[in-house]
């Protein structure tokens, strides 16, 4: 009886209730500044620009990569350079299968040549998402050969950073050479004619400003990128006195002259062919 009364019934014609379904992971993103929550398929056709407030998400370098070059162009060369521990740093080892196992990189940066709407060029490109991109002796020495092999095949290069970890105080005085060591192979590119671009992206700080980041014959800049030799957070623990607002941003740098041009991401290939067409950049056949 009691089961009779007290058990669980279903009124007539109710419906019962289905446990509502679950959201498929990667369906949805957050945007980081406006916190917007944006569709990923439509936030991804919109090349990882936030649809609200225009926001660029970072990208890593194969994505850049295949974003602004012709498809199956691009050529790694060098790829098979990895870090060493020259001074036998406590822990750097590690370090780096970390970050290459997280990040799908051996290093903080690709390298290599390809064309862009038929123009031939090299290019290099730092990646924050390894070791936020910090510059030892294999992003240096990539970087340069990049740049060397452009002066070799007089054709421009393009340099994007997307660094913001400055020298790996793992390599010591190796690390910090690579600043010298990029410049110097800028200058000779320059010296033969031949254009350099540089586009900076969010961050684009320390040694590679201090670098080559700042010596291209065209500085281009993504809207909102961090730019600067230190971040905001370290200028005020060093006491560096009042700055202004926004000062690190790429708007500021173009305001006060450090950039040549704020470019939004749909923007920048059309942007990069003037620049190409201009600088009489080879085309392949």
Same mark, same amino acid.
């Given at each position: ?5 007290? /058990?669980?019934?279903?009124?007539? @014609? ?19 500044? #406006? ?14 620009? #936030?649809?609200? #407030? ?10 850049? *990569?295949?974003? %602004?070059? $012709? ?5 790694? !060369?060098?790829? $098979?350079?990895?870090? +060493? ?23 903080? =940066? ?6 862009? $709407? ?6 290099? &490109? ?9 510059? @030892? ?9 990049? &740049? ?11 340099? *994007?950073?997307?660094?913001?970890? @400055?020298?790996?105080?793992?390599? /010591? %005085? %190796? ?16 010296? +033969?004619?031949?254009?350099?671009? !540089? ?13 080559? /980041?700042?010596?291209?014959? =065209?500085?281009?800049?993504?809207? @909102? ?17 009042? =700055? ?36 009489? +950049?080879?085309?392949?056949?």
């Amino acid at each position: 009886m009691a089961n009779g009364w007290f /058990g669980k019934k279903r009124l007539p @014609g109710a419906e019962v209730q289905e446990a509502p379904p679950s959201i498929p992971d990667g369906l949805w993103t957050q945007c980081g500044k #406006c916190r917007e929550v944006l569709f990923a398929r439509e936030w991804e056709r919109n090349l990882k620009v #936030c649809t609200k #407030c225009g926001h660029h998400f970072r990208l890593t370098a194969p994505e850049r *990569i295949a974003m %602004l070059l $012709d498809e199956e162009s691009f050529v790694e !060369i060098d790829g $098979d350079l990895t870090s +060493a521990n020259p001074l036998n740093f406590p822990g750097y080892d590690d370090k780096i299968r970390r970050h290459g196992a997280a990040s799908g990189l051996k290093d903080a =940066v690709v390298s290599g040549h390809g064309t862009l $709407d038929g123009y031939a060029l090299s290019v290099a &490109v730092t990646d924050a998402h390894f070791m936020r991109g910090a510059m @030892g002796s294999v992003v240096g020495e990539r970087i340069s050969r990049a &740049v060397e092999l452009a002066t070799q095949r007089r054709t421009p290069v393009l340099l *994007i950073s997307g660094s913001g970890g @400055g020298a790996r105080m793992e390599e /010591g %005085l %190796l690390s910090l050479m690579q600043m010298a060591k990029t410049s110097a192979s800028i200058a000779r590119h320059h010296d +033969a004619g031949l254009m350099t671009i !540089i586009l900076l992206t969010d961050p684009s700080l320390a040694g590679i400003m201090a670098s080559w /980041g700042s010596l291209g014959d =065209v500085l281009l800049a993504e809207p @909102g990128a961090q730019i600067g030799f230190v971040g905001e957070r370290v200028s005020q623990q060093a006491h560096l006195g009042k =700055v202004p607002q926004g000062f690190q941003s790429s708007e500021f740098q173009l305001t006060h002259g450090q950039i040549d041009q704020v470019v939004h991401r749909k923007d920048l290939r059309d942007t990069l062919t003037l620049l190409l067409e201009f600088a009489g +950049a080879p085309g392949v056949a």
